[in-house]
């Protein structure tokens, strides 16, 4: 069973940066295209950057030329650097794993999340 554990984050005043961490475990980590998901309370979870396995990235709008989502294969970690942080930005921050499993569809994984405070 592939775990993810996410860490990096904190609080920060407005303008700040911060970098968060996703280390997976239990998985083939080159296989699998990766996620960051962000959740106010009370709301769903919004997709706010993702890269593929073989390193292509995607980011929301609202995050573009701020925020850079990265790998390191070789750590099995997935990075998420965020700068020009806003208070808007202020939410709980969730890795996803999406893994794949052939005929049988994706596995998708989540860690539990880290707590991003941004401060006006």
């Known amino acids: 069973q592939a775990e993810l554990v996410e860490s990096g984050g904190g609080l920060v005043q407005a303008g700040g940066s911060l970098r968060l961490s996703c280390v997976a475990s239990g998985t083939i980590f080159d296989r699998n295209d990766m996620e960051w998901y962000r959740q106010f309370p009370g709301k769903e979870r919004e997709l706010v950057a993702r890269i593929t396995r073989g390193g292509s990235t995607n980011y929301a709008n609202f995050v573009k030329g701020r925020f850079t989502i990265s790998r390191d294969n070789a750590k099995d970690t997935v990075f998420l650097e965020m700068s020009s942080l806003k208070p808007e930005d202020t939410a709980v921050y969730y890795c996803?794993?999406?893994?794949?499993?052939?005929?049988?569809?994706?596995?998708?994984?989540w860690g539990d999340g880290t707590q991003v405070t941004v401060s006006s």
């Open positions: 996803k794993m999406i893994e794949p499993n052939g005929r049988w569809g994706d596995i998708e994984y």
